[in-house]
């Protein structure tokens, strides 16, 4: 009963990070699958990769429902990064389990420290203008950004939302609720990407990837609605710093495993 409630607990809190901050999913995921399941990492981040597409999915459908998904911007940036994801992916083949989580426990710290510091500036970019205009020089940003945020969610399972999320806002004008629900697309994209390339590495374990996906698709919808009522600023404090702690974790154990 106690491993139930736990499983409902965690599974919700995935979908409603992916709900209202439109990142942070696999964040949990991975360390979910590898230390509470059992799970070795390649297969943690395959599973990760399914669960969190799934549910970003769901939750991008709630935000284009409420016209906060700019299909022009997410079909160019995810379009690149499914290509990266998909490199990513092929290329986890050549790298241990251990160096992957190790990998992802830096990647997330670095992660962390970047919205606390963006968070505690608090410039006004939730306030920009609904025009969504951007020249022909965002487009280099956007493919670079794409192809960087694709081979690292290949290779480590990370959603990349933390770092889609600030491109889309700066690189294309996109006001920040669109910019989130426009990360949940892309996220989608990348995830299913990733996951093709896992599949002849790893024996996906579908039960608990059903089991979660169902979990997280009802803390996504919830999430998706409840996203207006907080802060953004005041949730990207509190995800940072619950961020820095799950890395440093994740950092120590696989240190020691190595």
Same mark, same amino acid.
């Given at each position: 009963?106690?491993?139930?409630?736990?499983?409902?607990?965690?599974?919700?809190? %995935?979908?409603?990070?992916?709900?209202? %901050?439109?990142?942070?999913?696999?964040?949990?995921?991975?360390?979910?699958?590898?230390?509470?399941?059992?799970?070795?990492?390649?297969?943690?981040?395959?599973?990760?990769?399914? !669960?969190?597409?799934?549910?970003?999915?769901?939750?991008?459908?709630?935000?284009?429902?409420?016209?906060?998904?700019?299909?022009?911007?997410?079909?160019?940036?995810?379009?690149?990064?499914?290509?990266?994801?998909?490199?990513?992916?092929?290329?986890?083949?050549?790298?241990?389990?251990?160096?992957?989580?190790?990998?992802?426990?830096?990647?997330?710290?670095?992660?962390?420290?970047?919205?606390?510091?963006?968070?505690?500036?608090?410039?006004?970019?939730?306030?920009?203008?609904?025009?969504?205009?951007?020249?022909?020089?965002?487009?280099?940003?956007?493919?670079?950004?794409?192809?960087?945020?694709?081979?690292?969610?290949?290779?480590?399972?990370?959603?990349?939302?933390?770092?889609?999320?600030?491109?889309? !806002?700066?690189?294309?004008?996109?006001?920040?609720?669109?910019?989130?629900?426009?990360?949940? /697309?892309?996220?989608?994209?990348?995830?299913?990407?990733?996951?093709?390339?896992?599949?002849?590495?790893?024996?996906?374990?579908?039960?608990?990837?059903?089991?979660?996906?169902?979990?997280?698709?009802?803390?996504? !919808?919830?999430?998706?609605?409840?996203?207006?009522?907080?802060?953004?600023?005041?949730?990207?404090?509190?995800?940072?710093?619950?961020?820095?702690?799950?890395?440093? /974790?994740? /950092?120590?154990?696989?240190?020691?495993?190595?």
């Amino acid at each position: 009963m106690a491993s139930l409630l736990l499983t409902i607990l965690l599974g919700s809190s %995935i979908g409603m990070l992916l709900g209202i %901050i439109g990142s942070g999913g696999s964040v949990l995921t991975v360390p979910i699958f590898v230390y509470l399941l059992g799970m070795d990492a390649k297969t943690a981040i395959a599973a990760s990769l399914v !669960v969190v597409g799934v549910t970003s999915l769901v939750g991008s459908f709630s935000y284009y429902r409420r016209g906060l998904v700019d299909l022009r911007v997410g079909l160019g940036f995810g379009l690149v990064a499914m290509l990266g994801t998909y490199l990513g992916a092929r290329l986890a083949q050549f790298m241990d389990g251990d160096w992957q989580l190790l990998l992802f426990a830096v990647l997330i710290v670095v992660a962390s420290l970047l919205m606390l510091r963006k968070s505690f500036k608090h410039k006004a970019e939730n306030q920009r203008s609904g025009k969504h205009d951007y020249g022909f020089w965002t487009y280099p940003f956007i493919i670079a950004e794409g192809l960087v945020v694709g081979v690292l969610t290949g290779l480590v399972g990370i959603g990349g939302g933390f770092m889609v999320v600030p491109a889309l !806002v700066l690189f294309t004008g996109l006001p920040m609720q669109v910019a989130l629900g426009t990360s949940l /697309f892309i996220i989608t994209l990348k995830s299913i990407s990733g996951a093709v390339g896992y599949l002849d590495q790893v024996a996906m374990p579908w039960v608990d990837i059903v089991v979660f996906s169902g979990i997280a698709v009802c803390g996504v !919808v919830l999430g998706a609605k409840l996203m207006h009522r907080f802060s953004q600023r005041q949730l990207e404090q509190v995800f940072s710093v619950f961020l820095l702690l799950i890395g440093a /974790f994740v /950092f120590v154990r696989s240190s020691m495993a190595l």
